[in-house]
């Protein structure tokens, strides 16, 4: 598929992707998002950072919910399952001092543990309160950081695009410079031959 054709897709639909990839993807799909309007029309970055935000969102509280539901209770009945928990719990209460904030911005960065520990926080009964102001100040951070990343990648892409262009513009340049060099170069040298020559 045509680079062209993938970054107009993306500019027609970026609040339904940027809101899918909050709710469904993550950091990753966001980067890449924002990398792609960064380079085509950076003016729309703005859209990517709202509404993978609110989808960042939608998918915390989702789990957040999930983890005081029943079906966590249940679960928790399996030996395996309650000991990872209560291991889980422990790590993540040790090294941050039981502060929900903490607990959330740690989550963020360090892959593959952001949803459970949601879910644990959660299944621990932590209120909404202060849940809801602790994930709106740290996913406001993680995603203001992820599209950031993205904008600068895709500004440097735009502006290395524009050089290669603009050096092999160059390069054309001074090859038919060098081109044209070398056949006057032969004429004089040949005229200076012929001049001996008639001398002679």
Known sequence: ??????????GDNVILLSL??????????????????????SSLIW????????????????FFFLGRT????????????????????????????KSVLKTLF??????????????????KRTSWKNFIKAELIVMGMAVSLVVAIGYFIGQGYKIALYLFRSFK????????????YYLLNKRIYRMLDEYKKKKR
């Open 169 to 180: 513009i160059a390069m054309t340049i001074v090859f038919i410079l060098f081109f044209v």
């Open 47 to 62: 859209q990517v950072l709202i509404f993978s935000y609110i989808g960042e969102l939608i998918a915390e509280f989702f």
């Open 70 to 97: 029943k079906l966590i209770y249940q679960l928790n009945k399996i030996q395996k399952f309650r000991s990872g928990l209560k291991k889980s719990g422990k790590i993540i209460d040790k090294l941050t001092d």
């Open 20 to 41: 899918l990839a909050g709710i469904f993807a993550g950091e990753t799909v966001i980067l890449t998002l924002s990398t792609i309007i960064s380079s085509t029309n």
């Open 1 to 10: 598929m045509d680079l062209g054709l993938i970054s107009q897709l993306v």
């Open 106 to 123: 740690y989550s963020k960065f360090i892959y593959g543990v952001r949803t459970l520990t949601v879910i644990y926080l959660g299944y």
